[in-house]
């Protein structure tokens, strides 16, 4: 099973609005990243925030941590058509492997 | 050159045979890990090499196997194929061992076995 999981699975947006994904997980974590993919092509780390932190900011990205609750979100603001992409979070347990949820699939629309 | 790059971009292979996929790390990471992709899934963990060594593998058959050489480029090796193997095989390098500080990954080899 996956350790994480995104939440929605689908995200349609019009140019200009915030876009938030959420992910859940299920055991302690050292760090969580996310990733955005393109039309099925690599994957580009976007933002890296580690267990001991609360939120960080990357530009137009947002990204707050609960250890408590297991979960993370991630904020897009002021969307753009380059932002349409499949957004994944991936879990670091401070071994040697990444876990991926199966994505969250995000549109904006011009 | 930075990034990582992975070759080829796409192959196609007939069940049952072999294929070789390669990776070259971004400058200066020691560190590459293989992951399998199925369309509508996020990243499956295959293995990890540091200093040419397996250091971590996931739930794959020993039918997958892996190289990392000494400039830290890497191959993937896939015996045996099977309709299931059709994904993007995606590398990533890290300059620390474990990704600590994240990973870039290169676009990937679609593999289609038929």
């Known amino acids: 099973s996956q350790q994480g999981e995104e939440d929605p699975q689908a995200l349609s947006i019009q140019e200009g609005e915030n876009a938030t994904m959420n992910c859940s997980y299920k055991t302690s974590i050292n760090n969580l990243q996310w990733y955005r993919q393109n039309s099925g092509r690599g994957l580009v780390h976007l933002i890296l925030?580690?267990?001991?932190?609360r939120e960080k900011h990357s530009g137009r990205l947002r990204v707050t941590l609960d250890t408590s609750k297991k979960s993370s979100s991630l904020l897009i603001t002021a969307s753009r058509a380059a932002d349409t992409a499949s957004y994944f979070c991936?879990?670091?347990?401070?071994?040697?492997?990444?876990?991926f949820g199966a994505g969250t699939t995000v549109t904006v629309r011009a | 050159e930075t990034g990582v790059t992975q070759s080829p971009t796409h192959l196609i292979k007939t069940r049952g045979q072999q294929v070789t996929l390669r990776c070259s790390s971004q400058?200066?990471?020691?560190?590459v890990s293989w992951y399998q992709q199925a369309l509508g899934q996020g990243p499956q963990f295959i293995f990890q090499?540091?200093?040419?060594?397996?250091?971590g593998r996931g739930n794959f058959p020993p039918r997958f196997s892996g190289l990392q050489f000494p400039n830290y480029s890497s191959e993937l090796n896939v015996n045996a194929l099977e309709l299931d193997d059709s994904a993007l095989y995606l590398c990533?390098?890290?300059?620390?061992?474990?990704?600590?500080?994240?990973?870039?990954f290169g676009s990937g080899t679609r593999l289609t076995v038929v």
């Open positions: 400058s200066g990471h020691n560190t």
């Open positions: 990533a390098s890290s300059l620390v061992q474990g990704g600590g500080a994240g990973y870039t």
């Open positions: 090499y540091y200093r040419e060594e397996e250091n």
């Open positions: 925030i580690r267990s001991n932190e």
């Open positions: 991936a879990t670091d347990l401070n071994d040697y492997k990444l876990s």
